[in-house]
């Protein structure tokens, strides 16, 4: 079991995970060309991914949904999502087994209309994925608890938000606990997973405007002092490392 963030940020979500029966596709935020280019790029073949999963129906995650449905990908999403979407698909109500994968949808604190994270799990191997949310509840620790791999959002360091050209109520909507998390938080919902075993996290969703990579890493490195994992980024244009296996 292995994950890539194909693209991630605002222009556009979209994550690899590998089961045992071929890659899942979670989160639709790229065209379909790119996603086929940047696939292609990890070695998967765009044309052979079967089943979509969403996290929620933002534009940035279901940008490229359309010529996947009409490929007859089948696409699993909370029902709250598929209704705000205004499609049919598989509604995830709870754990199931997509493509011989255990997975099991969690809630995450975020402004649409039902929200979730994933869990997947394995051959008692479990990774853990939330890209949107504006606080680590303790439903979410939860969830990620005891995950080998974890890919957790970034989004904005707080300084460069306040002072940045964003107007003051997309910064509070951001800074709000529905809202997205900034690396501090990050970091310390990381260091308590570490002592649960995480052996590597990629850093998500990253704000081009109220963040930079460097300072992403040093946030999150500087709360994880002792741990002897690895931490990864994820990027906007190109496909991140892919992560796990050998843990």
Known sequence: MRVCALGSGSSGNCFLV????????????????????????????????????LSHEHADHVRGLGPL????????????????????????????????????????????????GFRFELNGAALGLATDLGSVSSEVLAALRGCQVVV??????????????????LKLRILGPRGHLGNHETGQALAQLARTGLRAALLAHLSRENNAPHLALDTVARALPNWDGKLYLTY????????????
């Not at 045992?20 to 052979?48: K, N, Q, T, Y």
């Not at 199931?96 to 929200?115: C, N, R």
């Not at 906007?236 to 843990?247: I, L």
């Open 69 to 116: 449905v009409r490929r007859g990908v089948a696409v699993w999403a909370s029902p709250g999502t598929l209704a705000a979407l205004g499609i049919s698909g598989h509604p995830l109500r709870g754990p199931t087994e997509i493509l011989g994968l255990a997975v099991h949808p969690f809630p995450l604190p975020h402004d649409a209309e039902q929200p979730v």
């Open 236 to 247: 906007p244009d190109r496909p991140s490392s892919v992560v796990g296996g050998g843990w």
């Open 18 to 53: 590998e089961a045992p029966r071929g890659w899942l596709l979670v989160d639709a935020g790229l065209p379909w060309r790119e996603l086929r280019r940047r696939a292609a790029r990890i070695g998967v073949r765009a044309e052979a991914i079967t089943t979509l999963l």
């Open 152 to 169: 957790l959002e970034a989004n904005h360091d707080l300084n460069l938000l306040l002072g940045g050209p964003y107007p003051w109520p």
